[in-house]
């Protein structure tokens, strides 16, 4: 369970604080929290000389992704509530300014998500598609850092000759 919580605490933390948050580009906390939380698990279980496989990194992963994708989603949502202004027309007003000329479907996306916004103080839409594409994103690419790092521990436990890891 520690080794979830790691994912966990790295995956959130990572998405949650502004200036960690450049980490996430190309989803490198997520890569971290997948990495490190499993890189946590074999050093445990060489102590109780437990043999690690696949289906261990994929639930370490799976369960901490999931819980991460919830709690960032949640906070995201708690700043919304939190914040009067309206996110989505700062949004487009800000993208008004580098692109001269948003695509009218774009606009129209925009339009609709701001006018939730304006009539429930966020936007259900928004929050519900950034809780679903959380819940694929932060699993999968946590898997794929604990995959790295499970590749990393049985390349050193083969070169050391120590099979009890």
């Given at each position: 369970m ?11 933390a ?6 960690i ?12 929290g997948g ?7 074999y050093?445990h ?7 690690v496989?696949v289906k ?29 202004e309206?996110?989505?027309?700062l949004?487009k ?5 580098f ?12 339009d ?8 429930f ?9 950034s ?19 499970y590749?990393?521990?049985n ?5 050391t ?5």
């Amino acid at each position: 369970m520690n080794a979830v919580l790691i994912c966990v605490l790295i995956i959130s933390a990572v998405a949650i604080f502004p200036f960690i948050n450049v980490i996430n580009f190309c989803c490198g906390g997520m890569l971290l929290g997948g990495f490190f939380s499993v890189n946590y698990y074999y050093k445990h279980s060489a102590k109780e000389n437990r043999q690690v496989n696949v289906k261990d990194v994929f639930m370490i992963t799976l369960l901490g992704g999931i819980l991460s994708a919830i709690i960032v989603s949640g906070i995201s949502l708690m700043t919304m509530f939190i914040n009067s202004e309206n996110q989505i027309t700062l949004m487009k007003n800000e993208l008004g300014e580098f692109i001269k000329s948003l695509p009218q479907e774009f606009t129209k996306i925009l339009d609709e998500l701001s006018s939730e916004f304006d009539k429930f103080g966020f936007s259900p839409t928004l929050a519900v598609t950034s809780l679903i594409v959380n819940l694929i994103m932060y699993p999968a690419f946590a898997f794929a850092g604990g995959l790295i790092s499970y590749g990393l521990n049985n390349r050193k436990r083969n070169q050391t000759g120590n099979s009890h890891i």
